[in-house]
């Protein structure tokens, strides 16, 4: 009886070592998955960058040896539970050293880098010590931006939840809040129209061709759907007026000139309808917010 009591208190004793050992291994496959996106977004960089994509492959190198040492001591134990973690843990660290392994020949091949630039903006992460989260949509080369130095910026502020523009160094005349005009409901619909920024080119009229940039946002959630503005994506070109388009865009933005930007508020009815754009993320009956800037008018 001792010696069955002895055995089990062994067994619970190494089933505890190993939830820790597998624990500190998911701990490390999760850090090795931050690495390999560090190594992603670093794609995106001239050959000039390559040194710091050597680096992270290093490291995650360095980290791997250090897992593989965990996993060697886990089979020594022949536990049922600790090889069968094993085995799915060997095979996403061989994926991984394949991926090392390429340093030298097709990472910095045109047909690896295009898709995995198309990823740069698809993570988000908190600043150290504070709830703010940042994103980097392009890498830089230059010099660092440090506590005390006088730093120079472009900058566009959005309200989130509205999807509504407050503030852009990058418009050719910045608007004071205060002198914008107010939403007006577009005549004969019930979406409502504000112009954020006056034209002073050519006039969008039924049968034009229009040019634009467009942001489209879900009034209800915050969530952007689309923008013409985001990395990959281009101004967007329709046939105004003439139900190219939902009608609330076709027809909120006759009268618009080149050079203004204007924001509409499309209900569900002159919009996606009850049943929305699954699709795009805009749920049934969903009201939109878009800004359109005119850029050229055929």
């Known amino acids: 009886a001792d010696r069955d009591l002895e055995g089990t208190a062994r067994r619970e004793t190494m089933e505890q070592q190993n939830d820790a050992r597998i624990s500190d291994l998911e701990s490390k496959v999760s850090q090795l998955k931050d690495i390999t996106r560090g190594i992603h977004k670093e794609t995106k960089e001239s050959l000039g960058l390559m040194d710091a994509l050597s680096n992270n492959f290093d490291k995650a190198g360095a980290m791997m040896k250090s897992t593989v040492s965990h996993l060697t001591k886990m089979t020594q134990q022949k536990n049922g539970r600790s090889g069968l973690m094993v085995g799915g843990f060997v095979t996403v660290f061989l994926l991984l050293y394949f991926l090392s392994s390429m340093r030298g020949s097709a990472v910095g091949s045109p047909e690896v880098v295009a898709p995995l630039q198309s990823n740069i903006s698809a993570v988000a992460k908190a600043v150290p010590g504070y709830k703010t989260r940042m994103q980097i949509l392009r890498q830089g080369s230059g010099r660092e931006i440090t506590k005390g130095s006088m730093a120079t910026v472009h ?4 309200v989130k939840e509205t999807g509504k523009k407050f503030w852009s160094t990058k418009d050719p005349t910045p608007v004071a809040a205060a002198s914008l005009k107010a939403m007006e409901p577009v005549p004969g619909y019930k979406t409502q129209m504000q ?26 959630t915050g969530k952007k759907f689309w923008s013409t503005k985001d990395p990959g994506q281009q101004p967007f070109s329709y046939q105004a007026g003439v139900g190219g388009v939902i009608t609330g865009w076709d027809q909120g933005c006759l009268g618009m000139k080149v050079g203004e930007e204007r924001m509409l ?13 699954p699709a795009w993320g805009i749920p049934p009956g969903a009201t939109l917010q878009f800004t359109l800037e005119c850029l050229k008018v055929d």
């Open 155 to 158: 900058a566009t502020g959005v």
């Open 265 to 277: 508020e499309i209900p569900a009815a002159e919009g996606y309808g009850a049943g929305g754009f």
């Open 195 to 220: 112009i954020l920024r006056e034209g002073s080119g050519q006039e969008i009229t039924k049968g034009s061709k229009a040019t634009v940039h467009a942001t489209g946002v879900v009034k209800e």
